[in-house]
């Protein structure tokens, strides 16, 4: 699951992703230095962790490195109160969020006026890329105040990412892809400009079984998200599709 938060992190130095990724770093831990942890933080080490050898002949763990970043946090789960945001993005970001109450008021704090459409835009963004990567895990995780999910200096970040490029598509998140009634522009772009060819080798490298379906339902779900949005341009109104 970690290879997933490296790969989102790669995606989205390939495309306009319409939000912000903190630095994500492959790294390792020793065996020793692993112990040296759980004994310093009392903590309880899984039972189940996929320990390797290097090539010093060393027990060690491999994973992902993420910048810590906090912020207010945005509570997905209530997104009928959020999703103001994207419906109405010329309203001031305090107006759109008043149903999250205090919530709403420290996620407002985060934001100028002239940041409201770039919040609707990255809002907007996230369910896209939650949908391609069948990210189910964006609203259960949320948590009471928001979880994953967070606005800071006139910028929505994505910090859980562990779930994304799973290898089925999801009902339930097929179904939130619908909130989002218009589309940043220049994410839509970049997304027509990805080659299969190109960037599936960069997502995974030495992909895993489950990793090469993973991607195969990116692309799966990528041709159905242009299919969608190019059938609401054939209405012929792009101000009520692109942002």
């Known amino acids: ?16 992703c319409g939000f912000t990724i903190p630095v994500v770093t492959e790294t390792k831990i020793s065996k ?8 310093k933080f009392t903590l309880r080490s899984p039972k189940e962790l996929d320990w390797s050898k290097d090539e010093a ?7 992902a490195l993420q910048e810590q970043v ?26 759109s969020l008043k149903g999250l109450k205090d919530d709403g008021a420290s996620i407002a704090a985060e934001f100028s006026r002239k ?22 895990a964006r609203v259960e995780a949320a948590g009471p105040h928001g979880f994953g999910t967070i606005a800071k200096e006139g910028k929505v970040f994505s910090l859980d990412n562990i779930e994304m490029f799973q290898t089925r598509a999801s009902t ?4 939130r892809f619908k909130w989002a009634t218009r589309y940043s522009k220049t994410t839509i772009e970049s997304l027509r400009n990805l080659k ?11 992909p895993t079984r489950a990793e090469k379906t993973a991607v195969k ?25 692109f942002f």
């Open 115 to 136: 940041d409201s459409m770039e919040a609707a835009k990255a809002l907007s963004s996230i369910l896209v890329l939650d949908y391609l990567t069948n990210n189910f």
């Open 57 to 63: 002949g060393e027990e060690v763990l491999m994973g």
């Open 172 to 175: 339930r998140v097929k179904g």
């Open 217 to 241: 339902v990116f692309w799966k779900q990528h041709a159905a998200l242009l299919k969608r949005v190019d059938e609401l341009l054939a209405r012929g109104d792009e101000s009520k599709v």
């Open 70 to 95: 906090t912020g207010a946090g945005i509570p997905m789960e209530k997104s009928a109160a959020w999703r103001k945001l994207i419906d109405q993005p010329e309203a001031r970001v305090e107006e």
């Open 1 to 16: 699951a970690w290879r997933s938060t490296l790969a989102i992190s790669r995606l989205c130095t390939l495309m306009d």
């Open 32 to 39: 020793a230095e692993w112990d040296k942890v759980v004994e």
């Open 196 to 206: 299969p060819e190109e960037i599936n080798v960069l997502l995974f490298p030495e």
